[in-house]
């Protein structure tokens, strides 16, 4: 992420195809989306305040669905690409 921010600081106007391609990266969207869902089930977790090995499975299911929820658009995407290339 650190990466990113300093390469998109100092552009002007529209983002470089370079740029574009980095933020689109695969691993970088699952990322986010990982981190959303556990942010999710941490929120679950505070208002239900469930004991511990609910907890962890609450977080565990938590994390496989934004490791799904960042495979879906993944294989949309490089379809996409597919398509303007070929």
Do not use: C, Y
């Amino acid at each position: 992420m650190a990466r990113l921010e300093t390469a998109i600081e100092p552009v002007q106007g529209m983002l470089t195809d370079e740029l574009r391609r980095r933020l689109r990266d695969p691993v970088l969207l699952t990322s986010l989306r990982v981190r959303l869902g556990i942010v999710l089930g941490v929120a679950f977790l505070m208002t239900v305040k469930p004991s511990l090995i609910p907890s962890l499975i609450v977080i565990a299911i938590a994390a496989a669905a934004g490791w799904l929820a960042g495979q879906v658009p993944q294989r949309r995407i490089q379809h996409e690409l597919g398509n303007e290339v070929g």
